[in-house]
């Protein structure tokens, strides 16, 4: 009876006049803000590193896959078109570092955004604004409720949840589960691009390294290791994958992105020739300390007991969202892939790349919770399919439906190039990743 009387206070047109929150500043964030000003829309823009893109940074070193006129956002580039924005050059294609530096960090200090993007704010809860996920009543027209790790509590009219997975990274381990003593290996233990060739060169120099999982990440650090090798004596490298081959890092000659097929032949050739031992069919059950403050993965092989050591594993198996904080609110995920249920078919990595993932919007996103997405990489759960354009597109539906524009958010407005991936290394060697990141967006 409490909250019925209270409802009046917060819906309508009360409600409408509060911002849309958009949770995360990297490039589809950042893409929803644009949207939502050019419809007359209110953002904010809560984000929680110390800059826009915090996680493509991680990654820096890494050239995408594809080039500028892919993964600049049009409304967001419209914004920067008054002030005198230097355009990149479109057919080139930028490292994470160019996208931050070039795009992303000039877009967020337009005049029209610079006031609605907060940094340093990590989100610790959403739900409605005296409801829990089992209240129904009145629940589309109550405000959400966004309560930020230190205290502090937000309105909105509605939420879209860009934040990526790049923090939520899968673990070494086979079954999904985290090592018996977690504790004692995890310094031995990294997950993500490290720039081997760069700021973590030393914790690589002159190690054995085993890097384990069979997509394009893995294959990045391979590559960069490999070269590593080259330069510092005592530097070793193998890679460990549950499957029989690594026929999909490898490629095809048919492969229409030129990047990627180079970086399939670099990898395969590396195995050739040995300079990477490929451990195939190698399940992992646990990884142990050992003396000497290396680690020991421990499994099966080809069904029979097996162990590898190493000074340092790269854990390169893709990435999970992080759900705890949208506890109450009422979510429909697969079971399987963590995505929006009518999303994830269309996504299943078992079926799909980057580029035969069709295009989609508000309905295939939606969830029971109304005016509340995931979009981006988190939009895509633990699938690794994920690019830019995609997730530009989702946003730009997203603001259509907002505005009230429905049959315009139902509209599909994106071309898929038939094939795709999501990055490439810096030449002369060519390096890759199957995903990513901060607001999930290593892809483009």
Known sequence: MILAAAAPEIAGTARTALPVVVIGAGPVGLAAAAQLLERGIEPLVLERGDGPGAAIREWGHIRLFSPWREVLDAAAVRLLEGTGWPAPELERAPTGLELVERYLEPLART??????????????????????RTRSAGRAETPFLLRLADGEELRARAVIDASGTFAQPNGVIASGLRPRDAAAVADQLTHGLPDVLGR???????????????????????????QLADEVPGTTVAWLIRSASPVRVYG?????????????????????TGRVA??????????????????????TRAEAP???????????????PDLDMLREVRLRLDEVVEAPARLAPLIDPNVHSCGTV??????????????????????????????????YEQVRS??????????????????????????????PSLLGRELLASDGSCCG
Request: glycine share 12%.
């Open 306 to 320: 097996a162990e590898t050591v190493a000074d340092t594993v790269v854990v390169a198996t893709g990435f999970r």
């Open 200 to 226: 973590d060169r030393e914790r690589f120099a002159g190690r054995h390294t085993v890097v384990v999982g069979a997509g394009h990440s893995a294959a990045n650090t391979l590559i960069a290791l490999a």
């Open 398 to 427: 997203i603001a259509d439906e907002l505005a009230g524009a429905h049959e315009a958010a139902r509209r599909i407005e994106l071309t898929l190039p038939e094939t795709g991936v999501c990055s490439t290394s810096n030449a």
């Open 358 to 391: 069709p295009p989609h919007g508000v309905d295939e996103l939606a969830h029971p919770e109304p005016d509340f997405w995931l979009a981006g990489m988190k939009s895509y759960g633990r699938a690794p399919t994920f690019l830019l354009m995609t997730g």
């Open 278 to 299: 490929l451990l195939d069919e190698f399940l992992v059950a646990d990884a142990a300390p050992v003396e000497g403050g290396r680690v020991a993965l421990r499994g």
């Open 111 to 132: 005049d029209a955004l610079a006031a609605r993007v907060r940094y340093g704010v990590e989100v610790d809860g959403v739900s409605r604004v005296g409801m829990d």
């Open 252 to 272: 095809s000659d048919g492969d229409q992105l030129g990047g990627r097929r180079s970086l399939g032949e670099a990898t395969h050739e590396l195995v050739r």
